[in-house]
Each structure stands twice: as structure tokens, then as C-alpha cells.
């Protein structure tokens, strides 16, 4: 059984929700997470904040926020075990994020030590 991090993309809520709508989407998500501990496939996950963020480019430039001109970011990831990326993207599609337009999940296996990722 391999581990995958799925990667929530998307806007921050803050500045398209109320305080009780972020409330019932991390509600949401909560029970999303539980399901999948259920099965004994979580490993970890967390949420990203999007205030106070830094970028660092290649030529040691920081600029403030992970934004720039794009619409949407890494909001936070969990990590999962699965038999296979298709029962991680089973996983991902049930993610609370994707009720917004544009929202995406990213999964990806996760490299072990053994030379070939």
C-alpha cells in the first residue's frame, strides 16, 4: 500500500464566505477526513492559512502571499494510504473543496526511500 497527498486548490474562503458558511465547510471536511480514518487509510493532513504567507522566487525575492495573479492556492493537504492512485482519487472526489467553482485536488504517490520515485 502506497501513501498520496491530496492537495486542495482553491480561493480563500474568508474572502467569498461568511464566518458560519467556513464553519459548516470545515464541518464538512471534518467528516469527509473521518470517513476516510474510518477505513484506517488517513495518515496526517492540515490546513494552509493564507494570511501571512511568503514566496521566495530564485532570485531570493520575497513577496507577500502565496497569491500573485492567480485565483486560487494551496489551501491545505492530508495524506492517505491506498492499494492505488484510483482509490486515492476515490478519496479526492468526495472532498468538501470541490463544491467551489474551480476548486481542484491534486493527488500524488508519495516517494519512499527506495531510489525510484
Given at each position: 500500500?502506497?501513501?498520496?497527498?491530496?492537495?486542495?486548490?482553491?480561493?480563500?474562503?474568508?474572502?467569498?464566505?461568511?464566518?458560519?458558511?467556513?464553519?459548516?465547510?470545515?464541518?464538512?471536511?471534518?467528516?469527509?477526513?473521518?470517513?476516510?480514518a474510518?477505513?484506517?487509510?488517513?495518515?496526517s493532513g492540515?490546513?494552509?492559512?493564507?494570511?501571512?504567507?511568503?514566496?521566495?522566487?530564485?532570485?531570493k525575492?520575497?513577496?507577500?502571499?502565496?497569491?500573485?495573479?492567480?485565483?486560487?492556492?494551496?489551501?491545505?493537504?492530508?495524506?492517505?494510504?491506498?492499494?492505488?492512485?484510483?482509490?486515492?482519487?476515490?478519496?479526492?472526489?468526495?472532498?468538501?473543496?470541490?463544491q467551489?467553482?474551480?476548486?481542484?485536488?491534486?493527488?500524488?504517490r508519495?516517494?519512499?526511500?527506495?531510489?525510484?520515485?
Amino acid at each position: 500500500m502506497d501513501e498520496y497527498v491530496l492537495i486542495m486548490r482553491h480561493e480563500d474562503g474568508a474572502k467569498v464566505a461568511s464566518a458560519e458558511q467556513m464553519q459548516e465547510w470545515m464541518k464538512q471536511t471534518m467528516d469527509w477526513i473521518g470517513g476516510i480514518a474510518a477505513q484506517n487509510k488517513f495518515v496526517s493532513g492540515t490546513g494552509l492559512p493564507f494570511d501571512n504567507a511568503r514566496v521566495v522566487n530564485s532570485k531570493k525575492v520575497v513577496t507577500n502571499g502565496p497569491f500573485g495573479d492567480i485565483k486560487e492556492t494551496i489551501g491545505g493537504f492530508i495524506t492517505v494510504r491506498a492499494e492505488s492512485v484510483e482509490e486515492a482519487v476515490e478519496f479526492a472526489k468526495g472532498c468538501p473543496v470541490l463544491q467551489g467553482e474551480g476548486n481542484t485536488l491534486e493527488v500524488r504517490r508519495i516517494a519512499k526511500n527506495d531510489g525510484a520515485h
